[in-house]
């Protein structure tokens, strides 16, 4: 990836707009209301989204869950399951779904959705913000996330007055980090960042040290990366065959139905996915003795889960494909994610859903008639 983004500046393509690479532009919005670190005690211990079994030990005794589907999202899901099994661990979910998450959970509190509540929102791939009324009024006793803590503030006997802002004052507050009026924004539904027209984002320099291009990064060496942008091979790559403990390397792109796990407890989307699939070459699906259409169990160290095969030349030989965001319980019991390691990627601490190993072994045909 650090290659690609250099690309443009050999090119010299990045003073263009559109010629450079950018995976969000939502760096260029305000950042929201500020969060009041100053409030909290010190130290403070941070755990990782993406390191959650690990993250969910003895010590910690209460999870609150929202805007998250951990059990069906995030790596090493067997772990992740049988810390939410604890007796002793108080998970609270905020939901509007019955997803794998919330049948652990000690309370659900429904959850408003996007229409019910007021926003502002800023864009992943473009420079305004855009203004989100509520168009019907929540349902029985759903609540927006801000007003539930707002009210668990108050049960808490709280006195920080800006734990209890409302949702017009927090969409102020954030609109006027850009200088945008709030009722500018709303009136018109929309406002565009102040920021030029066409915006090339490193005309005035780079965000680096050198406030250059750094093809060599000293930055990027203590973060123990190599100084010059080059190939780096994954886990996979670089394990040689006779020392990988599975044969295959698994990558879990998402799937066209679904978007991450939400929508796929919809029936019609879950028709449409065909069912949980892996894809296998044709090589590697001869000499397991797997068929098209076939049900086959896909395992290793860490867990197994089940899918139909389909055999395609679009993966390469050595490879399977296994396409996220069926819910657990909707599929047997798993998802890819059964699978993955729990570990950091080499850069930015990432999750490594396409970097594990696996192999893959044909089941009888009625070993997944609940998931077609």
Known sequence: MRVIACIPGVTGDWRHPGGGVAYSTSGYAPTGPDPRD?????????????????????????????????????????????????????????EQFPTDTADYAD?????????????????????????NEPAVEPPGECLSTTETFRRLARLMGLTEPSLYDSDLELAGQTLAQAGIPLEECRKQGWARLPVAD???????????????LEFASAKAEADGLPRVAGY??????????ADRPHPLVMI????????????????????????????????????????????????????????YVEVSDRVAQGVVAAPKGHWPKLSDGANPNALVDERDADMGRGAVYHDNFVDVAPLSQSELEPLV
């Not at 090589?283 to 889960?305: I, K, P, T, Y």
Request: hydrophobic letters at 40%; aromatic letters at 8%.
């Open 252 to 307: 879990t792109p998402a799937a066209h139905t679904f978007l991450n796990t939400q929508f796929a407890n919809n029936p019609e989307l879950r028709k449409r996915s065909k069912g949980p699939r892996v894809l296998v070459n044709p090589a590697d699906a001869a000499s397991r003795g797997l068929v098209d259409g076939q049900a086959a169990r896909v395992f290793n160290g860490n867990g197994e889960f089940r899918a």
């Open 107 to 131: 309370y659900v509190l429904p959850a408003t959705m996007q229409i019910e509540h007021l926003d502002v929102h800023h864009g992943y791939g473009h420079m305004y913000m855009v203004w």
């Open 38 to 94: 100053d409030l909290l005690p010190h130290p403070v211990r941070t755990l990782t989204m993406t390191r959650l079994a690990d993250g969910l030990d003895e010590s910690v005794k209460c999870l609150w869950v929202y805007a998250a589907n951990p059990l069906g999202s995030t790596s090493d899901q067997n772990r992740i399951r049988a810390a939410l099994e604890r007796e002793d661990l108080f998970t609270v979910v905020m």
């Open 198 to 212: 066409p915006f090339v984002p490193f005309t005035k320099g780079f965000p680096t040290p050198s406030g250059r």
């Open 232 to 241: 780096v091979p994954s886990l996979t790559a670089r394990t040689a065959p």
